[in-house]
């Protein structure tokens, strides 16, 4: 990969490294959601929330659907959720491992 691609690889992972992104993107893979649902289901304020969905928009990692005052969110790109799946797998292992290790033996 190029410098560049590197660079934009980067600048996803940052987007993915606020926990309240992921938050949002946890409670979007059970389906669309209002703003109003999500900020109480993640328990954060309107400007927040609004803040996060906006950046995780930018980076079309979600869609939104504007019907009259409502705006709907969704996963925009399923790749995402997989993605996620992929590094809880991982920390999931690296804890047994660790776990193991202070296991005793007996």
Do not use: W
Not at 38 to 64: P, Y
């Amino acid at each position: 990969m190029s410098l560049a691609q590197l660079e934009a690889v980067a600048r996803l992972f940052a987007v993915l490294s606020e926990p309240s992104r992921l938050v949002l993107l946890q409670l979007l893979h059970a389906g669309p959601r209002t703003v109003t649902e999500l900020m109480a289901a993640a328990r954060m304020k309107q400007a927040n929330a609004s803040k996060h969905l906006s950046v995780l928009h930018a980076h079309r990692l979600v869609r939104r659907t504007r019907n009259g005052t409502c705006v709907k969110y969704e996963i925009a790109d399923p790749t995402v959720v997989s993605l996620c799946n992929l590094v809880c797998s991982k920390m999931q292992r690296d804890a047994k491992r660790a776990a193991a290790l202070f296991s005793p033996k007996i």
